[in-house]
């Protein structure tokens, strides 16, 4: 979400003055919580037309993340470098994790590990090795966290298509 692109909206600008409110930062991310639980609610009704339970979304850690989201029913992808305190702090608030620590395991610019420094958004972050990516240990060994349910690599479309994936996501 950009509050820059929604303040530059013409149709969030009137909804805001209707409702008797301005477009400061928190205005939007309250206009962004209700977007959120109302597109939560519409994705329920139509997974509960195949299943009795509820779906549970990943959500990418964020701003919005643990003030707005119900540990309860999101899971939260933590992008955020290994060493970040924000993991533990999700943790901590009862939500389950995703790690995908971005220093470690983001497939960003199409450098191969062999090749030093990665290309593209993140040229400050040296590209991993493949043992650096195996023995990836965001929170170390510290404690046994069972909302952890795993890990992954990340990868983005803006960053690389048909030509590049193979050498992108191995080296």
Known sequence: VSFKCWKQSHEISKHLKDAGKEATDE?????????????????NEAY????????TPIYFSSPFSQKHLDSKK?????????????????????YRVILSN??????????????GEREGK???IPRPSWKQVYENEPLGHKEDYTSILGG??????????DSNLQTTVWP
């Open 102 to 115: 971005y220093d470690v395991w983001s497939n960003v610019g199409p450098s191969h590990a062999w090749a």
């Open 48 to 55: 509960g037309k195949y299943r009795d339970d509820s779906v």
């Open 152 to 161: 992954e690599t990340t990868i983005w479309s803006y960053a690389t298509d």
């Open 27 to 43: 205005e939007m991310m309250e206009l962004w919580n209700t977007f959120q639980e109302k597109a939560f609610a519409k994705l």
């Open 74 to 94: 999101y899971i939260i992808q933590v992008t955020n470098a290994a060493n970040d305190s924000e993991i533990e702090s999700y943790i901590k608030n009862g």
């Open 122 to 124: 993140y040229p400050h």
